[in-house]
């Protein structure tokens, strides 16, 4: 004896405009070898019911005024032989290729594509510290045009000026350079780190502000940027150019980025007027979180893999090799440095601003020491690594 | 030793993704394939009789033509496979909300928006099935929508420009497929609250995989079988069967071709090409 069959009254609810709903939801109720009596208002329900059904591979029995349907071939459909990539809160150790972007934890449909991410190991890549870095960040976006206040008057010798300019040139190539390491691993991360990728993306966002305010900056009294010298693009075209997650952000963030720190800081304070003195701030407090992203993750991965310490050091002396020949922090930005840091154009001013320049360089090697010492290198081999970075401070 | 060789007629780019996915599926299972496309239907039935091809995916019209020409020969034509979706379909005559028609007799006399002039399902059997229902044909006006002729109304483009037409107040009632109806509804092209059906065709079926007398049966066996076997629950073959829009094969029938045989025989549609084989 069969079962009657269950019943589903659409009333005036077409087909064609959102019933399909009701109808689905009603099929995949259905025991196995059952059957639904469909009733409705709408005199195009059977049309649009065998359509449906054949879609749905249902059995389809078409009657006077209503039609009956059976059960879908494939009742669990794309969910069937799903698998869930990881759960929301938790990530694994190597998410496979096939999870490809879905969310973390969603059922993902068997015979999904496979993706090629290069940086798809969680001790590769993996903070605890990403989640809460990229909120903080998201929290603490500024707008390049009312964050700063641009038209704020001020009155500086042509020398400082000048000086202003060459340190904005410089600043924006180093952040360009800021901006494309971020952005390519940011492509090349697996979706599952999700946090990671945010994370990157946010950082690289942050150096586009930067480019604008730099950028700004060094247009605002003059029609042009000054100097861009070979060695610093020879500097940082060894960064752009790391194929390495590890030591591009060990070269990049801990080291270029923490010198940068101390950089902008000390351009904050010695500011000769308002406008310098804002983008540098506004700059430091986006870098003091790419350099703690960084440090936090290079922590974690250099605690996990013991090797990972001596790639970085053969990293910094093989950069350090590279740029042997090149000149360093190019005369035209050490000038303007201490110009700025002088914020007039006398000899007594010119001999402070030497000074403090001198004490600045200190100040980014303690820096660097103590973030080396962070990644677990003993105090005289930071000491060695730290003197052999870059000294064109990124 | 030759493979087994298919023939499609490509009325889209993503024919050759199917059939490559085809290949690969038949040839890791023991079955040496291969494939040829075909611009249009009637060079893929002359390539069959040909012996260029050993099967032919074919259009019901197609069907109809292999059919024919086999008969006139002293041959025989069969149908071995067909998807769960080609069973079974049913064209609707749509007109204007607002419009008073209830019923074909009303069509007399007005403009009637149809497919491509070889398109079964959105000119040839809802003709057919308006003048079975009693409307006189030659007393109105068939505006045809002639999107790639010799592909049988594969591609929807001309039931789309029908329906476009409508709209427009350019015809009075437009032919489309049951399926393109809803399809049309949920992408905007025909809102469901601007058009009402006042009339549906009988349940006909869509394509199927012809062979003819002579060709290796155990190699068909093996083709049929394989395909017959195909489960979209498994992941490997899932993707090429929603590329090839079915849930499941079904072995072939003819009975569900009845309708669109009457159809050409009333117009006379393959009239020309069967004198020309
Ligand atoms: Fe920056
Ligand atoms: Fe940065």
Wanted: aromatic residues 8%; glycine residues 8%; negative net charge.
């Amino acid at each position: 004896m069969s079962r009657p069959p269950a019943r589903l009254d659409l009333g005036a609810l077409s087909l064609a405009r959102g019933g399909h709903l009701l109808l689905r939801k009603a099929l995949l109720a259905l025991p196995a070898g059952g059957t639904l009596e469909v009733v409705g208002a709408d005199p195009e329900l059977p049309v649009h019911a065998r359509a449906l059904a054949r879609a749905w591979g249902a059995p389809f029995h078409p009657h006077d005024a209503t039609v009956v349907l059976g059960a879908p071939v494939t009742p669990e459909g794309r969910w069937r032989g799903a698998v869930r990539s990881g759960a929301p809160g938790q990530v694994v150790a190597e998410p496979p290729a096939t999870w490809g972007l879905a969310a973390r934890g969603a059922a993902v449909e068997a015979g999904s594509p496979a993706f090629r991410f290069p940086w798809s190991r969680r001790d590769e890549v993996w903070t605890d510290e990403a989640g809460r870095l990229y909120l903080q960040a998201a929290a603490a976006q500024w707008d390049p045009v009312t964050a700063v206040p641009w038209a704020t008057g001020f009155d500086l010798p042509d020398e400082v000026e000048d000086a202003v300019v060459q340190l904005m040139t410089y600043l924006v190539e180093n952040e360009v350079a800021a901006l494309l390491v971020p952005a390519r691993f940011c492509a090349q991360v697996h979706p599952h780190f999700r946090e990671i990728v945010q994370l990157l993306a946010i950082q690289a966002a942050d150096e586009a502000r930067h480019i604008e305010v730099f950028t700004r900056r060094a247009l605002l009294r003059r029609p042009a940027p000054a100097l861009s010298t070979a060695g610093g693009q020879a500097s940082l075209q060894t960064l752009v150019e790391e194929p390495d997650f590890a030591l591009a952000s060990f070269l990049t963030s801990v080291l270029g980025e923490g010198s940068f720190l101390t950089l902008l800081r000390f351009l904050d304070h010695h500011a000769p007027d308002p406008v310098t003195a804002a983008v540098c701030r506004l700059a430091a407090q986006d870098e003091a979180r790419h350099v703690a992203f960084g440090v936090a993750h290079l922590e974690r991965h250099a605690r996990l893999d013991p090797t990972l310490r001596l790639r970085l050091a053969a990293a910094v002396e093989r950069r350090h090799d590279a740029l042997r020949h090149t000149a360093g922090l190019n005369e035209e930005v050490f000038d303007a440095l201490v110009v700025v840091a002088a914020g007039a154009w006398t000899p007594d001013a010119l001999r402070r601003g030497w000074d403090a320049v001198v004490a600045l360089q200190e100040e980014m090697d303690v820096g660097r020491r103590v973030r080396l010492r962070r990644l677990g290198f003993e105090e005289a081999d930071a000491a060695r690594l730290s003197g052999l970075h870059t000294r064109n401070f990124m | 030793m030759r493979p087994f060789v298919l023939g499609a007629v490509a009325y889209d780019p993503k024919v050759v993704t199917i059939w490559d996915g085809f290949k690969e599926f038949f040839d890791a299972r023991g079955l040496a394939f291969d494939y040829v496309l075909f611009h249009n239907y009637e060079r893929q039935v002359r390539a069959h009789f040909a012996g260029v091809v050993d099967v032919a995916w074919n259009s019901p019209l197609a069907w109809i033509q292999a059919d024919r020409v086999a008969r006139g020969r002293g041959r025989r034509a069969r149908a071995v496979a067909m998807r769960d979706t080609d069973c079974d379909l049913t064209s609707v005559v749509v007109v204007s909300a607002d419009d008073g028609a209830q019923g074909a007799l009303d069509l007399a006399g007005r403009r009637i928006g149809v497919g491509a002039g070889d398109s079964p399902q959105a000119t040839l059997l809802p003709l057919w099935s308006l003048g079975r229902a009693g409307l006189d044909l030659a007393a109105t006006t068939v505006v045809r929508h002639d999107v790639l002729l010799g592909k049988h109304g594969d591609h929807v483009g001309g039931e789309r420009l029908a329906a476009q037409a409508l709209l427009r107040g350019e015809v009075d009632a437009a032919c489309i497929l049951d399926g393109n109806l809803l399809t049309f509804a949920a992408e905007g092209t025909l809102p469901a609250d601007r058009v009402r059906v006042i009339h549906t065709t009988p349940a006909y079926d869509h394509c199927n995989f012809t062979v003819l007398d002579g060709v290796d049966e155990a190699v068909v066996d093996h083709f049929t079988a394989l395909l017959l076997g195909m489960s979209w629950d498994d992941p490997g073959v899932r993707r090429l069967m929603d590329l090839e829009g079915l849930r499941a094969w079904r072995p072939g029938r003819t009975s569900g071709y009845l309708a669109l045989e009457a159809a050409v025989d009333r117009f006379g549609t393959l009239d020309a090409f069967l004198a020309s084989m």
